[in-house]
Nanobody, 124 residues
Framework: QVQLVESGGGLVQAGGSLRLSCAASGRTFGANAMGWFRQAPGKEREIVATINWSGGTTYYADSVKGRFTISRDNAEDTVYLQMNSLKPEDTAVYYC?????????????????WGRGTQVTVSS
């Protein structure tokens, strides 16, 4: 069974940092682009960041550019999202996903595997 399991979420004060991890099991995703998405209450799921299969190319939503960093360790089948200078508007459930292609994908429809999410809450 293929699984993506997120961890590292929690409650943090504005200006603080969190590091999310996404561990894959059941198959390797070393040849797939990976992404982090988030969904706040009452809002649609949106892309946060995505990284290509090798880690050489990344994409960030404008709202997180310069504050968040996506990275991956293919040997460990793990993807990370380092989140710095967190703001209350970053509060959401964060999801890890694996795309069906090697290159970065920004549309949800290009992602076939999803984790269950981890809650990030930023207090003001």
């Amino acid at each position: 069974q293929v699984q993506l399991v997120e961890s590292g979420g929690g409650l943090v004060q504005a200006g603080g940092s969190l590091r999310l991890s996404c561990a894959a099991s059941g198959r390797t995703f070393g040849a797939n682009a990976m992404g982090w998405f988030r969904q706040a209450p009452g809002k649609e799921r949106e892309i946060v960041a995505t990284i290509n299969w090798s880690g050489g190319t990344t994409y960030y939503a404008d709202s997180v550019k310069g504050r968040f960093t996506i990275s991956r360790d293919n040997a460990e089948d793990t993807v990370y999202l380092q989140m710095n200078s967190l703001k209350p508007e970053d509060t959401a459930v964060y999801y890890c996903a694996a795309a069906r292609f090697r290159n970065i994908m920004t549309h949800l429809g290009h992602y076939d595997y999803w984790g269950r999410g981890t809650q990030v809450t930023v207090s003001s």
